[in-house]
């Protein structure tokens, strides 16, 4: 320890950052842990089966943010992973027409030609239009807002948006595994 002129002690500098970070460990632990544990319980991470690096680092990422309570960044980026997937199986199949479309355009096509099954296109499509206000802007209470959804629903919008976040991650870990692709 540090001793001044006089022999008194001189406390050490705070590193303010290290002690935010050491806080929100601590504070948020047991919130993490939980979702942890959730996640664990719904996929078994020996199951991937998808292919570029891109895709693996977009779907650990989102497992993360969920984790770390980041919903928002949860959703887009299963969102993202379940687009890159469909565009991925056509790229390797070598229909680059297809492996561009965006996954509205994917979700239309998959309807005329029953791709998949439509309970796997409307999940999907429900989990776009979350999103969508959140990358593109809309009006705050248009339909599909968190706002307009939290008010018509009743549910307070941290549960509706980590419920979400839930539904798509479920459905991306769904996907990640569907072996038609």
Same mark, same amino acid.
């Given at each position: ?86 565009? &991925?199986? #056509?790229?390797?199949?070598? =229909?680059?027409? *297809?492996? @561009? ?6 979700? +239309? /096509? ?7 099954? &439509?309970? #796997?296109?409307?999940?999907? =499509?429900?989990? *776009?239009? @979350? ?6 802007? +809309? /009006? ?42």
């Amino acid at each position: 320890m540090k001793k001044d002129l006089f022999g008194n002690t001189i406390d050490e500098p705070v590193d303010a950052a290290s002690e935010e970070l050491s806080n929100y460990d601590k504070d948020s632990f047991n919130e993490r842990l939980i979702r942890l544990k959730y996640i664990n319980k719904i996929y078994h991470f020996g199951t991937r089966v998808f292919g570029s690096n891109e895709s693996v680092r977009i779907f650990d990422e989102a497992i993360h943010c969920y984790i770390f309570g980041q919903f928002v960044a949860t959703i887009i980026l299963a969102q993202a992973f379940i687009e890159r997937r469909f565009q &991925e199986y #056509f790229h390797i199949r070598m =229909d680059a027409k *297809r492996a @561009k479309y965006s996954l509205d355009k994917l979700l +239309k /096509e998959f309807r005329a030609n029953q791709f998949i099954d &439509e309970h #796997f296109v409307e999940k999907i =499509d429900k989990i *776009r239009l @979350k999103r969508n206000p959140f990358v593109h802007h +809309k /009006e705050p209470l248009h339909k599909d807002s968190l706002m307009s959804r939290s008010y018509n629903s009743s549910i307070d919008p941290d549960q509706l948006l980590e419920d979400d976040a839930k539904d798509a991650l479920s459905l991306m870990m769904a996907i990640s595994c569907m072996q038609i692709l």
